[in-house]
């Protein structure tokens, strides 16, 4: 059985011409990767399976969802079938959340408006659906707010909001493209898991193509809104013909010149840097216990020189960074 299947997709937005001819299926339990670079039409092809189009879009072609053909759908079959049938990851978790909601509030009112469930089972279903998203309430309780979570975390509350009712397939559109390389791994373990443990099947849209071979059971490759490759990931590097396939390839092992070392003073010397950040007092009269975010932070940075900074989320690069430009009370 076919869960997603697109066959010869048309859209035009205004007149325009965006995909052109895009064929490409995903069974259950099977990830399919689809990459390109910015405009290539990713999103589009995403974003047309669930008809959540611009206004002015013309659609042809065929798109079946479990069996179910998409474009002729009423809009009230199409909301149902948002979220019930398809699940979607957005890019930026920081815009796909309410920021003036609880991160609770959040998923259960998806279980909420679907299935009209009592508000006493929307939050054990919520709480459950965080858990199972490594976002346990012992942890993280159900009533925080997205601007208290880290970016791993937030994009842990969009994943448990689009698995909340259990879709059978799910999109996640650039799902780790701001996380840094630790938290993105976790990310992708974490999606691996859920299509393992739920039979669903993932579409995985990125630019990064070490991050689509790595989850990816399928890739499609997509250019100037059409496909131009489709491969088992697994053999992608062996089999590929098409030159813009080839070029993601030699350009994913891009080495850059290397300047000479230079022996000249430096512009930039940081020498002993720390930060310390007061934490609340734990009783009236105690003194505040402090946190350090930086350091003994030491660098010099010549002309000509390009000095990388980096580190996983909560190491202290941006508060280096705001010491360095004075931007630090």
Do not use: W
Not at 223 to 249: C, I, Q, S
Request: hydrophobic share 40%; with cysteine; charged share 25%.
């Amino acid at each position: 059985m076919t869960l997603l299947d697109i066959h010869n997709l048309a859209l035009s937005i205004h007149g325009t011409p965006v995909l052109k001819g895009i064929s490409l299926d995903i069974a259950p339990g099977e990830v399919c990767g689809v990459i390109g670079e910015s405009g290539s039409g990713k999103s589009l092809t995403a974003l047309s399976a669930m008809q959540l189009l611009p206004e002015g879009s013309d659609c042809s072609g065929r798109i079946t969802v479990a069996g179910r053909d998409v474009l002729s759908m009423r809009e009230a079959e199409l909301c149902r079938m948002r979220g019930a049938d398809v699940g979607m990851v957005f890019q930026e978790p920081m815009t796909a959340l309410n920021p003036v909601q609880t991160i609770g509030h959040q998923v259960a009112e998806t279980v909420l408006i679907h299935e009209g469930a009592s508000k006493a089972e929307a939050i054990s279903r919520a709480a459950e659906t965080l858990a199972r998203c490594e976002l346990p309430q012992s942890r993280f309780p159900l009533d925080r707010y997205p601007h208290e979570l880290s970016g791993g975390q937030r994009q842990r509350v969009v994943i448990a909001i689009a698995i909340a009712l259990g879709p059978k397939l799910l999109i996640a559109d650039e799902p780790t493209t701001a996380l840094d390389v630790t938290t993105q791994a976790e990310i992708l373990s974490l999606l691996r898991r859920l299509v393992n443990e739920d039979g669903m099947g993932l579409m995985l849209i990125s630019h990064d193509l070490a991050v689509v071979t790595g989850l990816a059971d399928d890739v499609v490759i997509m250019k100037e809104g059409e496909v131009v490759e489709r491969r088992a990931a697994r053999t992608l590097h062996r089999d590929m013909t098409h030159p813009y396939t080839k070029a993601l390839f030699e350009a994913s092992g891009h080495q850059p010149d290397r300047t000479e070392s230079r022996i000249e003073e430096p512009l930039l010397k940081v020498e002993n840097v720390s930060r310390d950040y007061l934490l609340p007092r734990r009783t009236l009269l105690g003194a505040h216990p402090a946190m350090r975010a930086v350091d003994d932070v030491r660098f010099e940075i010549r002309r000509g020189e390009c000095v990388g900074l980096v580190g996983e989320s909560g190491c202290g690069k941006s508060t280096l960074t705001r010491a360095i430009l004075g931007l630090e009370p």
